[in-house]
Nanobody
């Protein structure tokens, strides 16, 4: 399986912003279509956002209008820009290709305080 590495999480106050990054551990792996997921303690992993190889995006209702998924082809990186963060956004965030060929990495922790 390929390896994906998430980064950019941290502690932020409600209303603040964070930008998460997702990169492949090997530069030879091209990042095109990608999903972001999150998992809060005691809850199932939840789908958050998707970007197709053509650049179309879709979002879960809970984050729509606040989060933006994007791709930088030159850096072979997918981002999740998170604005107007709420305490309920607190979770570990993961990225993966459709069909989960990379397995699940450690994710990056996002904590939003009131």
């Amino acid at each position: 399986q390929v390896q994906l590495v998430e980064s950019g999480g941290g502690l932020v106050q409600a209303g603040g912003s964070l930008r998460l990054s997702c990169v492949a551990s090997t530069r030879s792996i091209s990042i095109n279509a990608m999903n972001w997921y999150r998992q809060a303690p005691g809850k199932q992993r939840e789908w958050v956002a998707h970007i197709t190889s053509g650049g179309s995006t879709t979002y879960a209702n809970s984050v729509s209008s606040r989060f933006t998924i994007s791709r930088d082809n030159a850096k072979n990186t997918v981002y999740l820009q998170m604005n107007s963060l709420k305490p309920e956004d607190t979770a570990v965030y993961y990225c993966n290709f459709p069909g989960f060929p990379a397995g699940w990495g450690q994710g990056t922790q996002v904590t939003v305080s009131s």
